[in-house]
């Protein structure tokens, strides 16, 4: 007795060929391998075969079943895979889009945007100064005298050569990227005949290496008010105004006497801590002040540098650190974080 093998199994491949769901294969499968199916139906005439015919009998059903069990694998993977195929395509459109990130301003240009405006409210006008500034407007016109160290080439970044003899340049004409805003106090003089106050942000630049509160670029404000009777007593007055607005209203300040040669007197001033309100705490470093500006009376050599009459005028000054304002506000431990532009940063503010 005999079958043909060949002939089931292609009847069985083209069954399963034709077989796009999972339901309709397992159904196949049931008619060739299933406990009634073909392959059983030929296994359960071996006993009634001769010895002789078995062996040939047996080792060809066996065959067919091994042939079909890995047809039937081969179309399930098929399967399997094309549904993961098309759920992966499949498109929910009950749900929510995806919201775009929408651009926000950096926290130092709000911060010098909210330092700037408190002054606006008090009769300031902005004024912009460049960064790349002569060596006079930088040093001679404030007063800074030719030992300054700031004036050193390692202490400022020069454009030119350092020296005059080799470049061929005046020490007007040579420039460096400005360490500080005051040459904004020169422009300002110059451009804006007094009665006039104005305040300059913009970027500073000192060779300064790079650590958790230092950085070779950085911003500064400064403040120039100048006009008949000015005393120290309005730049008191402007700067309480300024910190209560920036701080809080119940933001308390201190003079200390200090120097700089474009100012005299000149005071540094420290706002009592907002955090601990001057009881002393980790911000303020148990002193429960924080060191904000300098300040001073504008100084008659200034005014000559302007060309203007210094017995006729007075004015005061004063420039802030705009990240040292950002990272006290806002509690900001490393100034780094301001220019690495990491965006889970920069979008908490
Ligand atoms: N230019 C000074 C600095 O960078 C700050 C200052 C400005 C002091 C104006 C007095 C008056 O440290």
Known sequence: MSFDGAHILEEARAQIGVCAQKESLDALRIKYLGRKGVVQDLMGRIPTLSAEERRSFGAGVNELKKNLEALFTEKETGLAAAAAGAAKDFVDITLPGKTPLSGRLHLLSQVEGEICGAFSRLGFRVFKGPEAETEFHNFEALNIPLDHPSRDAFDTFYLRPFDVSRSGFSGREKKLLRSHTSPAQIRALKTCPPPMAVVVPGRVYRPDAVDASHSFMFHQVEGIAVDKGIRFSDLKGV????????????????????FFPFTEPSAEVDISCFACKGQGCSVCKKSGWLEIL????????????????????????????????????????????????????????
């Open 239 to 258: 700067l309480i105004a300024f910190a209560k607005e920036m701080f809080g209203a119940e933001t308390r300040m201190r003079f200390r006497p200090s």
């Open 294 to 349: 300098g300040c001073g009376m504008v100084h008659p050599h200034v005014f000559k540098s302007a060309g203007l009459d210094e017995k006729k005028w007075r004015g005061f000054a004063f420039g802030m650190g705009v990240e040292r304002v950002a990272m006290l506000k806002y509690g900001v431990n490393d100034i780094r974080l301001f220019f690495e532009n990491d965006i889970r940063f920069l979008e908490q503010f």
